[in-house]
Nanobody, 127 residues
Framework: QVQLVESGGGLVQAGGSLRISCAAS????????MAWFRQTPGEEREFVAA????????YYSDSVKGRFTISRDNAKNTVYLQMNSLKPEDTAVYYC????????????????????WGQGTQVTVSS
């Protein structure tokens, strides 16, 4: 069993920046990749960014590319999301996810590729 705990969410003005973190604990052996998703009430969970655990390859949705940066600290089993130039439409609950199957490499943008999720951290961008 793996536990994921997000932190760092909060209220920020449009154009501002925020950095959120996700720490993994428990059975983390075999971790292949981690990702950030976000969700607003009544909407589907949306892919934001992902990173491979070995090589650190990064992947982004078109809506955040150039503004957000995902990174990881393998020794700490922690993934980060640096969010710059925030917009009101970025407002959502941000969820961290961990993937352990080789299929992650082809399905990483889909929620179904992940078995473990964090509790979420609220990010609110005011206009």
């Amino acid at each position: 069993q793996v536990q994921l705990v997000e932190s760092g969410g909060g209220l920020v003005q449009a154009g501002g920046s925020l950095r959120i973190s996700c720490a993994a604990s428990g059975r983390t052996f075999g971790l292949i990749g981690m990702a950030w998703f976000r969700q607003t009430p009544g909407e589907e969970r949306e892919f934001v960014a992902a990173i491979s655990w070995s090589a650190g390859r990064t992947y982004y949705s078109d809506s955040v590319k150039g503004r957000f940066t995902i990174s990881r600290d393998n020794a700490k089993n922690t993934v980060y999301l640096q969010m710059n130039s925030l917009k009101p439409e970025d407002t959502a609950v941000y969820y961290c996810a961990a993937g352990y199957a080789v299929t992650w490499y082809s399905t990483r943008t889909h929620p179904g590729a992940y078995n473990y999720w964090g509790q979420g951290t609220q990010v609110t961008v005011s206009s």
